[in-house]
């Protein structure tokens, strides 16, 4: 399968425990992006890397939330002392052409 | 007032029916139109793009822009049982270094029941 794969799927923890999610985007995709997604809503941009050069940053990332894509491949993105409003699905996206993003299946984190 | 407005729905129609989609904006820098389909627990999968304003088809899908009223579309032909899940539209402008951001709607729940 060559698309977009995330790690893991679903993630239980609890209130105060930092978390780490991996994205291992599509081989040719130099830009990768993270989003979050809730009940009933669309996906809210959360960060933007392009090859490895974290370009955009959303307000949603708060000082406890960090990402990082070395050497350019996969993808990690980091909570750290998680609350019960982290709970969501973690979307990661990866794209040749800006407009033309390939979701992977998302990881679902709950926070008990 | 948010950026990306869009029914939630849900939207319930026969198979067979034509479906009509659609989503308003208010950030006329907006210039690429998106709609995606998400089935349940699954990631977003891109559907049909386009660029400015006007139409594009591909299958049983067109897509409709018309960036005078800021209002977009998408129509469904024919439509199938497989075809219910969430549609939602983003679209984005031109940002700095070239990113591209997307702002997406909240989605429309879509059921086609035989």
């Known amino acids: 399968d060559t698309g977009v794969s995330q790690d893991p799927r679903h993630k239980i923890t609890k209130r105060g425990q930092n978390v780490t999610f991996r994205c291992d985007p599509i081989s040719e995709h130099n830009r990768l992006y993270w989003y979050r997604q809730t009940l009933g809503q669309g996906p809210e941009f959360l960060t933007y890397?392009?090859?490895?050069?974290?370009?955009?940053k959303s307000r949603l990332l708060s000082d406890r939330f960090s990402a990082e894509r070395p050497k350019g491949s996969f993808s990690t993105l980091e909570i750290q002392r998680t609350e019960q409003g982290d709970s969501a699905m973690y979307l990661c996206?990866?794209?040749?052409?800006?407009?033309?993003?390939?979701f992977g299946p998302g990881t679902r984190l709950t926070v008990l | 007032q948010k950026e990306v407005e869009q029914d939630p729905g849900p939207l319930s129609v026969p198979e067979g029916a034509i479906v009509s989609l659609n989503c308003t904006y208010s950030?006329?820098?907006?210039?690429?139109f998106m709609w995606y389909r998400q089935y349940s627990r699954k990631g977003p999968e891109l559907l049909m793009y386009t660029y400015s304003s006007g139409n594009k088809e591909d299958g049983r899908f067109t897509a409709q822009v018309d960036k005078s009223s800021k209002y977009i579309s998408l129509f469904i032909r024919d439509s199938q049982p497989s075809d219910s899940a969430t549609y939602l539209c983003a679209m984005s402008g031109v940002a700095s270094g070239g990113s591209y951001i997307p702002t997406f709607g909240r989605g429309t729940s879509l059921i086609v029941h035989p």
């Open positions: 890397f392009q090859n490895e050069a974290q370009l955009e």
């Open positions: 996206a990866s794209s040749l052409r800006p407009y033309e993003q390939f």
């Open positions: 950030n006329s820098a907006f210039q690429y």
